[in-house]
């Protein structure tokens, strides 16, 4: 009997479980869907597979987290649908049934539409992890091998497992629910109605004002002042940036309801037309209540759309770049010991080895290692060794350049390394050899010029423009050098090797006796096969992790500051770069925020809009009875309708359209550093993000409205009969 009774009430409030049902059956979809990427990856190449078998653990536990936010949003929607029926739970007890078997009844329906949702979301979930699957291969830029339809068995315990613990959560705080409320107050409830109370006027003007005047100093300062990038010196002000944009938006909500009412009324031919002062009042009676709600919905709502679009542009950008900038097959760096850090190694006897003043004979030592080049270019390929080096004396910084041309720093720069680092130094000689491999034309320095080198973003490579325009004459190791070009050289010579982040952020080309004497920084070979791909990259593979004892250079007198007899140990080969792992890299880099983005943001987004729809829906519930008289008053089911529509969207909308301009502000300071590495260009990801808020939020607000309208007018029609 109690599960007839159960699956009665359910079928019958099938329009009061709508959003319920909605969020729990998106949830599970998404918990599902997400958590298949275990399973994608034997679709995928190794290296893809090896990414997304290493996030599958970040996404479960993930997963957990978000089940508890869903599972406690779902409490809040559970609170309304029980106070929408406390009379009819009372009205079970009238006619005999004791309070237990009244939980039961509570229970049973608890758990029938949740297993509903549960089906529901399930069989969502596993049509979209099909396409999921193609997503993620797009992200990896990879290719489905043996596609088949895909069932993943792990996924799925984990979606049950977070589902029965929300379904545990709603019961036992709907059966506490129960258990404290009398039966007097359950059968009184349909009577009690919210009170349409607004704050002090005179308050709510100031309040607004001090919020907006909040914000607007908030955007101001983080216009200014950018992201803290570098150190710890930015972090301060963001801070305070922060808490002034939550401040004001707290502040703003809080005075919404009474900033409404006088704006309505300023407008009087509106306010007085139709139902449009029943409206307001209405609309400013919810927003009075719920102003806390709305303001952290808003904040929810800016993380949510900055996550998405912030991250999936920064991804455009690192895959866009990274494609530009690789054009060698394969690179080795031989990295040197600074005069700091060589007494820590020795040859094992006891002798410290001394520091390099000239490079490494990079083929020799490979040789030495047994290694041959050789076997890596053979008659069709190349490859050539270029060394960049830093003045210690007359180190030229990016301070020195914006000093002696006027130009203002790249913005986030003011505190990094690099405004106070001297710019790296290449011969001219080098350089030109670089250009030569890559069937360029070799540059022209003269006696006493340079150039400048640079791969990074358009904030950067503007900033050496106006260096060059201006030309600045700079002194390196004694000598004073002129700009040669009027422009930064940002093509393909000036990546000085193979690197899954940019690798140039301002090299100065200069000529060769300049780097006479300098302690070299870095040394590498950067290798264009003359075998195939596979055969390269192995041999490549095999000249990493090597002991630095192997790699020792070995000189007399000739170039090297010694002060001990024997070899001088001067660096080490202890990583190396190819195109092929660099892309992997890369695009496994960007799949993982991708991923994240979008999960993270989809929850976000589901959370945000069931808060604004139960709250809607219960107020819709409260005012029922204020529908119903004006239905006896005769006003058209129209013009209720057209209220009901009105309160429905301003609520949805207000934390939304602030949330956009928080966004908006926050994202061109991301523009803004990510432009110190590329060009970003937020156009797709923010049509990305616009259509999952058009079918997830705007498909809550119809839900909400849809649903509003039938409770509503139900209460109207029985008031006609």
Do not use: W
Request: charged share 15%; proline share 2%.
């Amino acid at each position: 009997m109690y599960c007839k009774l159960a699956a009665g009430n359910v079928r019958r409030s099938l329009r009061d479980y709508a959003v319920y049902f909605v969020t729990i059956a998106l949830g599970v979809a998404s918990f599902y869907a997400f958590n298949t990427i275990s399973s994608q990856a034997r679709f995928l190449s190794e290296s893809s597979s090896d990414i997304l078998q290493m996030l599958s653990g970040t996404m479960a536990g993930l997963t957990v987290f978000l089940a508890l936010v869903l599972g406690f949003l779902m409490v809040y929607a559970n609170n309304y649908l029980i106070k929408r029926r406390k009379r009819e739970l009372g009205l079970y007890q009238l006619l005999g049934m004791t309070r237990g078997q009244v939980s039961c009844v509570l229970a049973l329906e608890t758990l029938l539409a949740s297993v509903a949702s549960f089906i529901a979301g399930i069989v969502v979930g596993i049509l979209a992890s099909q396409l999921l699957l193609f997503v993620s291969a797009s992200l990896f830029h990879d290719e489905i091998k043996q596609f088949s339809f895909m069932f993943s068995p792990t996924a799925f315990l984990l979606t049950l497992a977070c589902f029965v613990f929300m379904f545990l959560v709603m019961l036992a705080f709907n059966l506490h629910t129960l258990r404290k409320v009398k039966l007097a107050d359950l059968m009184g409830a349909e009577r009690e109605n919210e009170s349409v109370r607004v704050r002090n006027l005179p308050v709510s003007i100031v309040s607004g004002v001090v919020g907006i005047a909040f914000i607007v100093i908030a955007y101001v300062r983080l216009d200014h002042d950018g992201l803290p990038v570098y150190g710890a010196n930015g972090a301060m002000p963001f801070l305070i940036t922060t808490l002034l944009m939550v401040a004001g938006t707290i502040l703003f909500f809080f005075a919404l309801s009474g900033l409404l009412l006088v704006v309505s009324k300023a407008v009087k031919s509106h306010y007085y037309h139709g139902l449009n002062m029943f409206t307001t009042r209405q609309l400013a009676a919810r927003v009075n209540t719920a102003s806390a709600s709305m303001a952290v919905v808003c904040l929810i709502l800016f993380l949510a759309i900055t996550s998405v679009t912030g991250g999936m542009s920064i991804c455009t950008v690192l895959n866009g770049e990274i494609e530009e900038h690789t054009p060698y097959d394969a690179s080795i760096p031989f990295n040197y010991y600074s005069a700091d850090s060589v007494s820590q190694f020795d040859s094992g006897d006891g002798v410290n080895r001394g520091v390099a003043t000239k490079p490494v004979d990079m083929y020799q030592v490979l040789a030495d290692s047994g290694h041959d080049v050789s076997s890596l270019v053979g008659t069709t390929g190349s490859s050539v060794q270029s060394t960049i080096y830093y003045d210690a004396e007359d180190g030229v910084a990016m301070s020195t350049f914006a000093e002696a041309s006027g130009a203002s720093l790249p913005r986030g720069m003011e505190d990094s390394d690099a405004n106070t680092t001297g710019l790296q130094l290449m011969s001219v000689s080098d350089y030109n050899a670089m250009r030569s491999m890559l069937g360029m034309d070799p540059v022209d320095l003269g006696e006493d010029g340079y150039l400048i080198t640079c791969d990074s973003g358009q904030e950067i490579t503007d900033f050496y423009g106006k260096v060059m325009e201006k030309g600045v004459s700079i002194t390196a190791n004694g000598h004073v050098l002129t700009p040669r070009s009027d422009k930064v050289i940002t093509d393909k010579s000036a990546t000085l090797q193979d690197s899954s982040v940019l690798s140039n952020s301002g090299t100065m080309v200069v000529p060769d006796d300049v780097v006479s004497g300098l302690t070299p920084y870095q040394t590498f070979l950067n290798i264009r096969y003359g075998v195939d791909t596979n055969t390269g990259d192995a041999i490549v593979a095999s000249v990493s992790h090597m002991q630095q004892g192997a790699f020792s250079a070995r000189s007399t007198n000739d170039g090297y500051t010694r002060g001990y007899e024997g070899d001088v140990s001067v660096g080490l080969v202890n990583t190396y770069s190819t195109k092929t792992e660099t892309f992997t890299d890369a695009y496994g880099i960007t799949g993982v925020i991708s991923y994240m983005a979008i999960y993270i943001g989809f929850v976000l987004v589901i959370s945000c809009a069931a808060i604004l729809a139960i709250q809607q829906l219960s107020g819709a519930s409260d005012s029922a009875p204020r529908y119903r008289l004006l239905s006896e008053l005769g006003c058209p089911r129209s013009m209720s309708d057209h209220s009901l529509l009105m309160q429905t969207l301003v609520y949805f909308l207000f934390p939304l359209v602030l949330a956009l301009a928080h966004s908006t502000v926050a994202l061109r300071s991301v523009t803004s550093v990510v432009s110190l590495f590329g060009r970003m260009d937020i156009t797709g990801p923010a049509a990305m993000c616009g259509l999952l808020f058009v079918l997830v939020y705007g498909g809550y607000l119809l839900v909400t409205f849809l649903v509003a309208r039938g409770v509503v007018n139900s209460r109207s029609v029985e008031a006609r009969s």
